[in-house]
């Protein structure tokens, strides 16, 4: 069977070469940016109340939860500096993702078993997750990369715990790290923390079109 490592490495030390690159003033063709976002916005596939439904979202790995809290204090001191100038404070939050996420000195901190995402809309994804927790993210990158994780998605809702839930702040504190950040719509967007159970090979290769991948390798 064929080792996973071939999915992360795609998913995640790529995505970090690109996002390094953009932080260092490296000029970078627009197709090669556009095209990095296919290792960003997989389709999450649910199943429940809201019909059979496929919807693409914005994922990221995350710290290991003893890293956590350190990397979301980090996170919210730059939120709090913005002073509208968005080139500035978005250069600066490319600085903060490399340092805590993307450099490869921190890659031990990083949880390889699961994805965070923002819940935005609250349609089909949420009530279906809410009722059946089983999901499917599929990656496709043109031409032949495409990769299937089957798992489970956790939610963490703070208007409806009526507690702090990190994780939901985190992954919003991500999100806004780099784009115009406001804090106050962070209880509007709940948190999906994907725990990744299977890796299936779905490129149009050889060793792939639907070949189960070895994870934990």
Not at 62 to 84: M, N, V
Not at 161 to 167: D, F, N, T, V
């Amino acid at each position: 069977m064929k080792s996973a490592e071939a999915f992360f490495n795609w998913a995640f030390r790529s995505r970090a070469q690109t996002v390094i690159k953009l932080h260092e003033g490296e000029a970078m063709a627009k197709e090669k940016v556009f095209l990095s976002f296919c290792s960003h916005n997989p389709a999450f596939i649910s199943d429940g109340p809201g019909g059979l439904n496929g919807s693409i979202k914005g994922v990221g790995f995350l710290p290991k939860p003893e890293y956590l809290e350190q990397t979301l204090e980090a996170y919210i001191q730059h939120i709090r500096s913005y002073d509208g100038d968005d080139v500035a404070y978005s250069k600066r939050g490319l600085a903060l993702l490399v340092r805590h996420l993307y450099s490869p000195e921190v890659y031990d901190r990083i949880d390889f078993t699961r994805l965070g995402s923002l819940e935005m809309a609250k349609k089909h994804s949420w009530e279906n997750y809410r009722a059946n927790p089983k999901a499917t993210l599929i990656y496709y990158q043109p031409p032949v990369i495409s990769y299937e994780l089957r798992g489970t998605i956790e939610i963490y809702d703070e208007a409806t715990s009526g507690k702090r839930e990190l994780y939901q702040q985190f992954i919003n504190a991500q999100h806004d790290v780099y784009h115009r950040p406001d804090m106050n719509r962070w209880l509007k967007y709940p948190a999906y923390v994907f725990t990744i159970r299977e890796i299936w090979d779905n490129c149009a290769s050889k060793e792939g079109f639907g070949a189960q991948m070895q994870y934990p390798f």
